[in-house]
């Protein structure tokens, strides 16, 4: 009964591919978030969603496209892989416009080689 | 934008000693924190919240203390265990935005 599943857990493409991460949330949540943490740990906002719609993208290069076909799911694409994409991205998810607690994914570790 | 961050990356504390993390923020309207566990290989994990109208919050063995004068909050872990070692991460609340700070890598030695 996980809350926040993210598919896969890790994704090793090589540079200049396209590649998918899928996430879902069974809360009920409104708001749905994408993050990265780099290899420092440092977990960076890329964007947020409120019911399906997008509310944040925080200069994210247009080579990420998030995608919410409904208030469940929040799947991010990425085309043209670079290397400096690796990283862990974690799909997070809140009710209230996340004045409350977040939940989040057990992250997809990205390498891109 | 928001400014999240810690004073020290790394904390080291022996078993059963108390542990204190801070963390300093600088939008002064922000209104909601959260303080965030992170075991390697997982998400984070919600510890413990505090709202601006309130100071102090206390959980099971973990406190939490708000300053807003000097934008300035901490979390205090009781009795730190083993199981304690982890990243911990602030994170502030402003509309639709979650930010979070840099994260203190806590080591609990026996």
């Known amino acids: 009964d996980t809350a926040v599943s993210q598919t896969p857990k890790y994704l090793v493409t090589q540079m200049g591919n396209d590649k998918s991460i899928k996430c879902e949330q069974n809360?009920?949540?409104?708001?749905m978030y994408w993050y990265k943490q780099d290899s420092k740990k440092f977990l960076k906002i890329m964007f947020s969603?409120?019911?399906?719609?997008?509310?944040i993208n925080e200069t994210v290069p247009n080579r990420f496209s998030p995608k919410s076909p409904d208030k469940a799911h929040l799947n991010l694409h990425i085309n043209s892989l670079e290397l400096g994409d690796s990283a862990v991205y974690f799909c997070?998810?809140?009710?209230?416009?996340?004045?409350?607690?977040?939940?989040f994914g057990q992250g997809t570790r990205l390498t891109v080689v | 934008g928001e400014s999240v961050g810690l004073h020290l990356p790394t904390l080291s504390v022996q078993e059963g000693d108390n542990s204190i993390i801070n963390c300093a923020y600088s939008n002064s309207a922000s209104d909601y924190f959260i303080w965030y566990k992170q075991e390697s290989g997982k998400g984070p994990q919600f510890i413990i919240d505090?709202?601006?109208?309130?100071d102090k919050r206390q959980g099971q063995r973990v406190t939490v203390l708000l300053n807003k004068t000097v934008k300035h909050l901490s979390l205090q872990i009781a009795a730190t265990q083993p199981g304690d070692s982890a990243v911990y991460f602030c994170a502030v609340n402003s509309g639709y935005a979650l930010n979070f700070g840099k994260g203190t890598s806590l080591l609990v030695t026996p």
């Open positions: 809360l009920g949540h409104d708001t």
């Open positions: 505090i709202r601006s109208n309130m």
């Open positions: 997070a998810s809140a009710e209230v416009g996340g004045r409350v607690e977040a939940f």
């Open positions: 969603y409120n019911n399906k719609e997008l509310i």
